[in-house]
């Protein structure tokens, strides 16, 4: 069964700083897809950014971007810029490309933005 | 669109009550899925639908959780005797059918207490 970990329960930015959040994850497949969902405290969850496992360019969004390191088993999120309204939970997830069905989440990093 | 939508966002109840969750998806969205939350946690998966086909059901949803989707299009989750373990909250999320790796977006959740 593939699982997803968030080392980081909480993280703090200064406004306009940069920040990483850290992901883990185990899974035997090579094909798959990741995720970084964000929920504000209106608690509902919003996609940020997606990757996909065969793609080795890293994702970007505006100011959200990816580090895939698919050896290492490794997606971690870089917030530039950090806005006010960037403070919210941040959950990791990855979903299978077989079997699609679901999304596995990690336990989520809280990331506060000090103005 | 006005996205996935759940009916009721709060509910407390006492325990050994039954308690029905409604969620509304993303119209044409063929694809309906209940994950639960607890706090502090990432959601976990409870079951998913295509169309009005339950096809996965979690580990997770015992015999007193039972989830409809009748037409294909909103869905229902029943909890009977309601038990203090089973407060979280409740999310409901839709995706297209085409391609595993299609955008799930999810609804704002519905709280469950037990007294």
């Known amino acids: 069964a593939q699982t997803v970990t968030q080392s980081q329960p909480e993280m703090s930015v200064q406004e306009a700083e940069t920040v990483t959040l850290s992901c883990t994850y185990d899974?035997?497949?090579?094909?798959?897809?990741l995720f970084w969902y964000k929920q504000p405290p209106s608690r509902q969850m919003i996609l940020v950014i997606r990757?996909?496992?065969?793609?080795?360019q890293n994702a970007t969004e505006n100011r959200f971007s990816v580090n895939f390191q698919k050896a290492a088993k490794s997606f971690s999120l870089k917030i530039s810029d950090s806005q006010l309204g960037d403070a919210a939970m941040y959950f990791c997830a990855y979903r299978s490309a077989k079997n699609g069905n679901k999304l596995v989440f990690g336990a989520g990093t809280i990331l506060r933005v000090k103005s | 669109d006005t996205g996935v939508s759940q009916d009721p966002r709060h509910k407390i109840t006492k325990r050994g009550q039954n308690v029905t969750f409604r969620c509304d998806p993303i119209s044409e969205h063929n694809r309906l899925y209940w994950y639960r939350q607890t706090l502090g946690q990432g959601p976990e998966f409870l079951t998913y639908f295509q169309n009005e086909a339950q096809l996965e059901k979690s580990r997770l949803l015992s015999d007193r959780f039972s989830a409809e989707r009748p037409k294909g299009s909103f869905s229902t989750l029943e909890i009977q005797r309601t038990e203090q373990g089973d407060s979280a909250m409740y999310l409901c999320?839709?995706?297209?059918?085409?391609?595993?790796?299609?955008?799930?977006?999810f609804g704002e959740g519905s709280w469950l207490t037990v007294v």
């Open positions: 899974t035997s497949e090579s094909d798959y897809y």
């Open positions: 990757q996909e496992a065969y793609k080795q």
């Open positions: 999320a839709s995706s297209l059918l085409s391609g595993t790796g299609n955008t799930i977006y």
